[in-house]
Antibody, heavy 121, light 107 residues
């Protein structure tokens, strides 16, 4: 069974930094691309960032480009999101998600429960 | 960037009704479209990918169609457990934008 467990969320002041982690199990982590998707409370889904199976290509939403960095450690079956220069509008649940199988399958077929990031003074 | 627009934003239908949700891309995305279902308090669940391919385990009353810029999610016979918000997402290139969501309720 695919399991994705996020951690690292919390309350941070505007301008601060936070690092999210996602522990993956139940599948061969190194075979899949991964993504981060966020959802502000009561709002819709917003794709944040993605990374290919080999880490060779990363992509970002315009809203986080230059502030967030996605990375992965296949030896630890883990995905990360380093967030800096945080703003109030970054407040959301952050979900780790697995991409579909095969080239070009950049949809998300499994999701974690999410970790809440609150940016507030 | 390509924008994804869903309609309607919400709908109310009776059990066993046929329900249709539309998603429009601002540019051609071929068939690189997915549909997700998010029930209240739950994480999203993949229903359909490649515009019309049903994800394993998803009931056959769900179907998807379309290509290019216009796409449709159809629930052939609405069930009480289908109460949820439905999102489309384009994934041909970054950013992988979502539609704003369509909330489906039972009348």
């Amino acid at each position: 069974e695919v399991q994705l467990v996020e951690s690292g969320g919390g309350v941070v002041r505007p301008g601060g930094s936070l690092r999210l982690s996602c522990a993956a199990s139940g599948f061969t982590f190194g075979d899949f691309g991964m993504s981060w998707v966020r959802q502000a409370p009561g709002k819709g889904l917003e794709w944040v960032s993605g990374i290919t199976w080999n880490g060779g290509y990363t992509s970002y939403a315009d809203s986080v480009k230059g502030r967030f960095t996605i990375s992965r450690d296949d030896a630890k079956n883990s995905l990360y999101l380093q967030m800096s220069s945080l703003r109030a509008e970054d407040t959301a649940f952050y979900h780790c998600a697995r991409d579909g199988r095969g080239g070009g399958s950049y949809y998300s077929d499994s999701w974690g429960q999410g970790t809440l990031v609150t940016v507030s003074s | 960037d390509i924008q994804m627009t869903q309609s309607p934003s919400s709908l109310s239908a009776s059990v066993r009704d046929r329900v249709t949700i539309t998603c429009r891309a601002s540019q051609d995305i071929s068939n690189s479209l997915a549909w997700y279902q998010q029930k209240p308090g739950k994480v999203p669940k993949l229903l359909i990918y490649a515009a019309s391919t049903l994800q394993s385990g998803v009931p056959s009353r769900f179907s998807g169609s379309g290509s290019g810029t216009d796409f449709t999610l159809t629930i052939s016979s609405l069930q009480p457990e289908d109460v949820a918000t439905y999102y489309c997402q384009k994934y041909n290139s970054a950013p992988r934008a979502f539609g704003q969501g369509t909330k489906v309720e039972i009348k």
